[in-house]
């Protein structure tokens, strides 16, 4: 059975991108929010996750004013780097999983999520700077991703409790594939930003730390805050954070922060970064197997240390 | 016609893209689309008026593009992503046309953002009137702070 293993939400900033592409990373501007990603980079190379579920937006690059999907999935096989005005970055092809991807496809909308599936699709900055981020700069990507373009374009993204409600059936969908799979689900976008109009600029750290706990602890909490408080608080383009609970529905209520990270600005935007782990019950088929041998039901407690150990 | 009044309306200095202004938009979006190709950027430059002709826009859309008047393209439709190719066009980087749009310098701009940003407060309402912000505007200034203790 493939299995969500953690959530990671991480801010997508193009400027970011540019800054690896052009080998600024050691400029002290750059290094500020390089470093606070280091212990992510090995957090990643322990999970060594199978594949990931990355939910981010399109900036005007797969899609224009003429098509605008409210959730799109990624099924292809591979989705590459397009050119956002200045020829494509220079990053790995992103490799999909077309199997888990129509599966989770086919799940989601049998509970009642009408996504759009794409079958080709090139990816922007929204989606590969997260991954550089936590990967760094390979040859390849280390694993296959699945990309879930959401609108935060144009008004009105989904709501956030819907997205909630789409990590939950996203969830359910990876648990039903036979396949034993790690998944991570990556939230991409944010946090407090405005990039358009007179009021650019505008950062709200109060707001983003306060999300950034109730992320943990309290994700309903965050499934109410309306697209109008998201805007005035956290700036016209920070309501891209609904897209942070996605992630948050597809892991569990009750999860462990190990790392976060924050800092102002990276270009315009405040930086947001948090890993949530799911605790471990111990699933993994093999344990379960042998519990099952020794006694039908082994206490949870007992299971749990298991598969510490 | 005029724009019906929108409960984001009251947010000082932001025009939201809704689904009327993408409506309204829709040519100079799609004008700013066409400039993610190295043929039609090269075409643009060497007459701008003359590749405008291409597509459907108003005249106040036309002299909007023609001006780079960022803000009244967004007041007129445009969205930030779309316009924003035409500022790479113009081989501007970002943070300009966001220092052009709040009526900066970039040098001021870049400066506003690395000592924590424009603040929040005193920025939240046109009308004064916000339902649930609990906290209230400070005598802070109102797009710099000096402090710079936000960053980590």
């Known amino acids: 059975m493939a299995r969500i293993i953690a959530g990671i939400s991480s801010s997508h900033v193009p400027a970011i991108g540019a800054a690896i592409d052009n080998g600024r990373t050691q400029e002290p501007y750059w290094q500020r929010v390089f470093s606070g990603f280091e212990k992510s980079k090995e957090w990643m190379a322990k999970a060594k996750p199978d594949v990931i579920i990355a939910i981010y937006n399109d900036h005007a690059s797969a899609f224009s004013v003429e098509i605008i999907p409210t959730f799109a999935l990624g099924c292809a096989a591979e989705f590459p780097p397009a050119d956002e005005g200045w020829g494509p970055r220079p990053v790995p092809v992103v490799k999909g999983h077309p199997e888990l991807a129509s599966h989770i496809a086919q799940s989601v909308i049998l509970d009642e999520f009408d996504l759009t599936i794409v079958n080709k699709m090139e990816v922007d900055h929204g989606l590969t700077v997260p991954l550089n981020l936590m990967f760094g700069s390979p040859k390849e990507w280390p694993c296959p991703v699945i990309p879930l373009a959401v609108n935060v374009v144009q008004y009105p993204p989904p709501t956030g409790h819907r997205c909630f409600m789409l990590g939950k059936a996203i969830r359910k969908a990876v648990e039903s594939f036979p396949q034993d799979l790690r998944v991570v689900v990556f939230g991409t976008g944010g946090m407090s930003h405005q990039i358009s109009g007179p009021r650019a600029g505008l950062i709200n750290s109060k707001f983003d730390k306060a999300f950034l706990d109730n992320l943990t602890k309290d994700p309903k909490k965050l499934t109410r805050i309306s697209h109008l408080e998201f805007m005035r608080e956290a700036g016209a383009e920070g309501i891209e954070m609904v897209m942070w609970l996605v992630m948050r529905g597809a892991i569990d209520d009750k999860v462990d922060e190990v790392y976060r990270f924050y800092t102002v600005p990276a270009s315009n935007t405040a930086v947001g970064h948090i890993i949530l782990e799911n605790r471990p019950r111990g699933a993994t088929k093999r344990k379960h197997t042998a519990a099952r041998t020794s006694k039908r039901t082994a206490p949870t407690r007992t299971r749990r240390a298991a598969a510490r150990a | ?152």
């Open chain 2, 1 to 152: 016609m005029a724009r019906e009044q929108r409960d984001y309306d009251d947010i000082p200095g932001t025009f939201v893209f809704d689904a009327e202004r993408s409506r309204q938009g829709y040519h100079l979006n799609m004008f700013c689309m066409s400039l993610m190709k190295e043929e039609n950027r090269k075409a643009f430059k060497a007459n701008e008026a003359g590749y405008l002709d291409r597509f459907p826009l108003t005249p106040e859309q036309r002299e909007a593009i023609l001006q780079r008047q960022y803000n009244r393209m967004l007041e007129l439709g445009g969205n930030i992503y779309f316009t924003a190719k035409l500022g790479a066009t113009d081989g501007h980087s970002f943070q300009h046309m966001a220092a052009v749009m709040t009526g900066s310098t970039q040098d001021d701009y870049a400066k506003m953002m690395l000592s924590g940003g424009r603040s929040i407060e005193g920025n939240r309402s046109k009308s004064g009137a916000v339902k649930g912000a609990k906290t209230k505007p400070k005598s802070k200034a109102k797009t710099r702070s000096k402090s710079g203790s936000k960053r980590g």
